[in-house]
């Protein structure tokens, strides 16, 4: 009789402990997610807005480190300057062949390869807010120009 009620009571001690320490870990686990988000907020006091800047044939998206300035509406990659380096991409070269996407791609009943820069005809901005930028350049497929690729683009 003596032996289950001094299990009884290592048993509810034991029980009693662990629940005091779920409870410090718990406030433990509080004020350290308070403090990520206080070090979260100031760093975000360190970094400037996200910035689209139009122009006349391009459009340029700035976050204070990265700058990229992409051609309308074709959606071409004209300059890329980072950490204060002016252009990463070569200036030598014509701006729609700087930075790009191209398909290549073959008719059937044409010999030789078809080369497709992917050229937008239509510039929208989806999104614009100071955390982020979207923007879309979209090519619709006619069935008139038979030396473009079936398919509607949409580069975002």
Not at 1 to 9: G, L, N, S
Not at 12 to 31: N, P
Not at 47 to 57: G, S
């Amino acid at each position: 009789m003596k032996k289950d009620w001094c299990k009884r009571q290592w048993c509810f001690i034991l029980g009693l402990l662990g629940i005091v320490l779920l409870v410090f870990l718990l406030i433990e686990c509080l004020r350290t997610r308070r403090n990520i988000q206080k070090s979260i907020n100031l760093d975000m006091q360190f970094y400037p807005p996200v910035q689209l800047i139009r122009l006349k044939n391009h459009v340029l998206v700035d976050n204070g480190i990265l700058n990229i300035t992409f051609s309308c509406p074709e959606g071409m990659i004209t300059s890329i300057q980072y950490n204060g380096i002016d252009n990463l991409l070569e200036n030598k070269n014509k701006e729609n062949n700087r930075g790009y996407w191209d398909i290549v791609w073959k008719k059937a009943e044409k010999s030789g390869n078809i080369y497709d820069k992917l050229e937008g005809t239509k510039f929208e901005i989806i999104l614009q807010d100071e955390n982020q930028v979207e923007l879309s350049f979209k090519r619709i497929w006619k069935t008139l120009n038979s030396s473009s690729l079936s398919m509607n683009i949409d580069k975002r």
